[in-house]
């Protein structure tokens, strides 16, 4: 087995679907794009777009439809800009997701030797590996680069004691380097996401303001999304309460945290879909396997025992215990001091 090298060469349509690449930032710098002409008529499609691309991306999770090259390149820049005018944490992150999102459907499609191109940019160490002259679709990466971007992965067939290492090298197929970079280009976007030191015309920074409006006044109907009316949110003990802010705003929660909101939320009448979308902010969601531990928890599947959360002694222990009201004080557990503060609002 050898590696085979090809000069690769990235069309205005490559430019289009992956933002990130230098040849992207090369070809906007040749448009000369002045951030005080962006009010004249001839660049509104563009602002429109990206405005468009924003929209897209923090409502349905994906930058919409793509429009003509000269519109969709320059979009890119542009509504980066108004996200980090933004400000707001919670739609730069969905931002990013989105964006990976929408790019890691076009890599899916694209040839080996620009995936091993677009990974190289982000320093990768990385080769493809051919057999008897051809290319083969399988590539070995060097491991640090590996963990660095699956860390965030919990399914077992990601951890790296589940991979053959050989020579400090992994090798994988083409759909699992896509996926890496995703993540990669996920971090990558959110980190670019600083705030500008632009001083922007007052007719983009009302744009910018109305846009955040919206934004914001869906970000609220988001987190809440089919989340159900019989669950009293507000007779949450504090450990719940914490966990399950944590998991609207996209936050990693510990396995024992998982389980004891997911078993929480299911005995207090939150249907299983409706848990499962309360996970869907998490970088590192997977439909499937939350799919899976939610019924399994539900008891619809697996050993079919419907599981309760564990005692606060337990929750104590694996610090899940954040600080004590006084209801706390008179419970040994989560479901009754639920049931003892739905009382008391009666």
């Known amino acids: 087995m050898q590696t085979q090298h090809h000069r690769v060469e990235f069309t205005e349509s490559d430019l289009a679907k992956y933002p990130f690449l230098p040849q992207t930032a090369h070809y906007i710098q040749n448009l000369n794009l002045d951030i005080t002409e962006l009010t004249s008529p001839e660049y509104t499609p563009i602002l429109e777009r990206a405005e468009e691309r924003i929209k897209n991306a923090i ?49 899916k499609e694209e040839n080996e030797q620009k995936i091993l191109q677009i990974a190289k940019h982000f320093k990768w160490k990385i080769e493809l590996l051919s057999s008897n002259g051809k290319i083969s679709n399988q590539f070995t990466l060097h491991f640090t680069d590996y963990l660095k971007n699956a860390s965030n992965f919990h399914e077992s067939e990601w951890k790296l004691v589940n991979i053959p290492l050989q020579k400090g090298e992994v090798r994988l197929s083409k759909n699992r380097i896509c996926r890496l970079l995703q993540e990669e280009i996920r971090r990558y976007i959110e980190n670019k996401l600083q705030q500008p030191d632009i001083k922007l015309p007052p007719e983009i920074s009302q744009r910018i303001e109305k846009l955040k409006q919206s934004l914001i006044k869906h970000k609220t109907k ?40 997911t078993s929480f939320l299911l005995n207090t009448g939150m249907t299983t879909e409706n848990v499962i979308n309360l996970f869907r902010q998490a970088t590192d969601f997977n439909e499937k396997m939350t799919r899976y531990q939610v019924e399994h928890i539900a008891g619809t599947k697996g050993s079919r025992t419907r599981y309760i959360p564990p005692k606060c002694q337990t929750l104590q222990t694996h610090r899940v215990c954040y600080i004590q009201d006084e209801i706390c004080k008179k419970i040994r557990h989560p479901l009754a001091y639920y049931r003892r503060k739905i009382r008391q609002k009666r």
């Open 59 to 107: 409502l349905h999770g994906n930058t919409g439809k793509p429009t003509r090259k000269e519109i969709e390149i320059p979009s890119f820049p542009i509504a980066m800009l108004i996200i980090a005018t933004i400000g707001d944490q919670y739609l730069k992150k969905r931002y990013a997701l989105a964006e990976a999102k929408t790019i890691h459907t076009y890599l």
């Open 222 to 261: 988001l987190k809440l999304e089919e989340l159900p009316k019989e669950t009293i949110i507000e007779a949450f003990p504090p450990c719940i309460k914490k966990l399950y802010q944590d998991a609207l705003s996209g936050k990693h929660l510990s396995h024992i945290g998982r389980f004891a909101l």
